[in-house]
């Protein structure tokens, strides 16, 4: 063997490949597509052209509304203007991924948590 040979697990980039031997022929055929590595970007790009054209289409609605009635109800001024929706979910969803890493470290136990040296394990403490 020399010493260049990829690990059995690992894929040729370094990623973990998927284990197909515990892998149901169904779960393959439906969620397949997940373990392609290119996946990641045409999601990402794909959601960025749909928010883009419903971003778009929001004045087009807003003409076609009936004389008198309007496409959105806002309450407040700023809710009423172009992709207000968009910018206040995107800006909500970062908040709440940001706001997880620092809760993430507060909560988190340190690597040796459960390496308690002085007890075996399975014994109950005594006092």
Do not use: C
Not at 56 to 76: D, K, N, Q, T
């Amino acid at each position: 063997m020399s010493d260049h040979a990829t690990p059995p697990h690992l894929s040729d980039h370094g990623e973990h490949a998927p284990d197909e031997s515990q892998t149901v022929p169904a779960a393959r055929a439906l969620f397949g597509w997940t373990t392609k590595p290119w996946i990641g970007k045409v999601i990402f790009w794909g959601l960025l052209v749909v928010s883009i054209l419903l971003i778009a289409i929001e004045p087009v609605l807003e003409m076609l509304a009936p004389e008198g009635e309007h496409f959105r109800h806002p309450y407040f001024s700023i809710d009423g203007t172009l992709g207000f929706n968009a910018f206040w979910g995107f800006g909500a969803f970062a908040l709440v991924v940001l706001a997880g890493w620092p809760l993430g470290r507060l909560m988190r136990r340190s690597e040796d948590y459960y390496e308690d040296e002085q007890e075996p394990a399975g014994t109950e403490p005594h006092p």
